[in-house]
C-alpha cells in the first residue's frame, strides 16, 4: 500500500537535524521570545548598512586579501546536494554516510524562512540576530528563489531555484555571505574565490556559525 503524506495549511518542512540537533536547536529559542516581532523587526532592516558596518569590522584588523587568492579555482564546481543529510565523519576513502535518524518539523509557517523567526534563530558569537538572518533570507528569495530547508542546531541550508549564472555575480555574492557568515570561508573554502565557484550555477548553500 502507498503511503502518502498532506501537507497542512500554511505549515511547512524543516528539517532540525539528527535528534540531539533538534533538541538543542528548540532549547536555545529564547524565553519569551515573539516571532512575529522578529518577522516585523526584519522588515526594518537596512541591509546595506548592516553590510558597510559589518565590513568596517571585519577588515579592520584583516587585510581583504588575506581571503582573495585572485585566481579562479577552476577544480571546483557547483554545490547542488545539501549536507546536512549526510555524517561529517569518513573512514578512509568511502564516501559519507547519512545519519540514521533526522527530525522534520511541519512549523506553523506558510513561507519557510519563516522558520528562523520560529525557531529565534541566531543571536550567538558571530551569528547575526534572527531578524537579519531573516531580512537577508528575503532579500536573497528575491533575487535567486532561495527556499529554506535546514535550520539546525548552528546552521542553515537553502535550496535555490535560480542560481547566480556570472562569476562577477558570483564573486559579489560570495563577499556579501562572508560578511553574513565567515565561518563559511574562513573555517570552510579558505578564500571567497572557492566559495563563488560553489556559488556559480549551485542550488544548495551552507551556512553554519561556530
Known amino acids: ?28 529559542v529564547r524565553p519569551r521570545h515573539d516571532a ?3 518577522l516585523r523587526e526584519a522588515t526594518q532592516v537596512d541591509l546595506e548598512q548592516w553590510k558597510r558596518t559589518r565590513r568596517v569590522d571585519f577588515w579592520e ?48 509557517v506558510a513561507d519557510p524562512v519563516e522558520a528562523i523567526a520560529a525557531l529565534d534563530f ?7 540576530e ?21 535550520c539546525a542546531g ?6 535555490v531555484a535560480r542560481p547566480v ?8 555574492l560570495a563577499e556579501e555571505q562572508y560578511y553574513y557568515c565567515p565561518d563559511i570561508v574562513e573555517q570552510g573554502t579558505g578564500t571567497i574565490e572557492a566559495l563563488a565557484a560553489r556559488l556559480l550555477g549551485g542550488t544548495c548553500w551552507f551556512f553554519w556559525w561556530d
Not at 140 to 150: A, E, K, N
Not at 154 to 159: A, I, V
Open 1 to 28: 500500500m502507498a503511503l502518502t503524506s498532506k501537507r497542512l495549511p500554511n505549515t511547512s518542512p524543516v528539517i532540525l537535524g539528527e535528534p540531539e540537533t533538534a533538541a538543542e536547536r528548540l532549547r536555545q
Open 36 to 38: 512575529s516581532a522578529i
Open 61 to 108: 584588523n584583516k587585510p581583504p586579501d588575506t581571503l582573495l587568492s585572485g585566481d579562479w579555482p577552476e577544480h571546483l564546481g557547483p554545490r547542488h546536494d545539501l549536507l546536512s543529510p549526510w555524517r561529517r565523519e569518513r573512514r578512509g576513502d568511502n564516501p559519507p554516510l547519512p545519519h540514521r535518524r533526522v527530525i522534520i518539523a511541519m512549523l506553523p
Open 122 to 128: 541566531g543571536a550567538w558569537n558571530n551569528c547575526p
Open 130 to 150: 534572527p531578524a537579519i538572518h531573516l531580512a537577508f533570507a528575503r532579500m536573497w528569495q528575491r533575487q535567486y528563489g532561495l527556499r529554506l530547508v535546514v
Open 154 to 159: 548552528d546552521f542553515l541550508e537553502f535550496r
Open 165 to 172: 549564472g556570472n562569476r562577477d555575480d558570483a564573486l559579489r
